[in-house]
């Protein structure tokens, strides 16, 4: 089955840029969603289709997607955004919706 | 605006079911298929299984295939999740969401409820 790899945390200071990866095999072929989640909250989508953003969020977040490795960028960290962030894919296989292990993000 | 709420945490026993309630308001419900999603302590999301409100066509998890049942009542416009034979190892938050796909599945998952904590402990 297919598998996304994510690091299990990432740490910037605020006002600087954090990238949090997304590995799969030629992830490039799908969509990847990305959803933050607060302790204690449900998550709550970010990025869609590797590189849109739904309503009400900041431009500071951003995504990319591009061989083996999609990238959830978030500029002028802030901290409010410290959390944990999943990404998603359709595998298309017996088990289609695939998530990463999720990325704690630390603003330090 | 769109929202999903869940029932609320519950405490089982092993080897009982438990059954969680997913109420949509502010869309069509029967437009959107309604994912449920699990999460562990400590673990990543985890993908169980949809139901097409629309038709009520349903696709699993091979891991929960045996045990989980989703369902609809359209006229109040809920989703449900029924888990058996709970184990120790389902102690975990169980999600809702919507697909944002109009009468199909396979984009986003927006919105979420706000989670139901099932508890399996003797």
């Known amino acids: 089955s297919y598998v996304l790899t994510q690091p299990p945390s990432v740490s910037a200071a605020p006002g600087q840029t954090a990238r949090i990866t997304c590995g799969g095999n030629?992830?490039?072929?799908?969509?990847v969603h990305w959803y933050q989640q607060k302790p204690g909250q449900a998550p709550v989508l970010v990025v869609y289709?590797?590189?849109d953003r739904p309503s009400g969020i900041p431009e500071r977040f951003s995504g990319s997607n591009s061989g083996n490795t999609a990238t959830l960028t978030i500029s002028r960290v802030e901290a409010g955004d410290e959390a944990d962030y999943h990404c998603?894919?359709?595998?298309?296989?017996?088990?289609?919706?695939?998530f990463g292990g999720g990325t704690k993000l630390t603003v330090l | 605006q769109f929202q999903l709420v869940q029932s609320g945490p519950e405490l089982k026993k092993p080897g009982a079911s438990v059954k969680v309630s997913c109420k949509a308001s502010?869309?069509?419900?029967?437009?959107?298929?309604i994912h449920w999603v699990r999460q562990a302590p400590g673990q990543r999301l985890e993908w169980m299984g949809w139901?097409?409100?629309?038709?009520?066509?349903?696709?699993?998890s091979q891991k929960f295939q045996d045990r989980v049942t989703i369902t609809t009542d359209t006229y109040a416009s809920t989703a449900y999740m029924e888990l058996s034979s709970l184990t120790t190892e389902d102690t975990a938050v169980y999600f809702c969401?919507?697909?944002?796909?109009?009468f199909g599945v396979g984009r986003y998952f927006a919105p979420w409820g706000q989670g139901t904590l099932v508890t399996v402990s003797s």
């Open positions: 139901i097409n409100a629309g038709n009520g066509h349903t696709k699993f």
């Open positions: 289709d590797d590189s």
């Open positions: 030629n992830i490039e072929s799908r969509g």
């Open positions: 998603q894919v359709w595998a298309g296989s017996s088990d289609p919706v695939i």
């Open positions: 502010g869309y069509s419900f029967t437009n959107y298929a």
């Open positions: 969401a919507r697909d944002e796909a109009i």
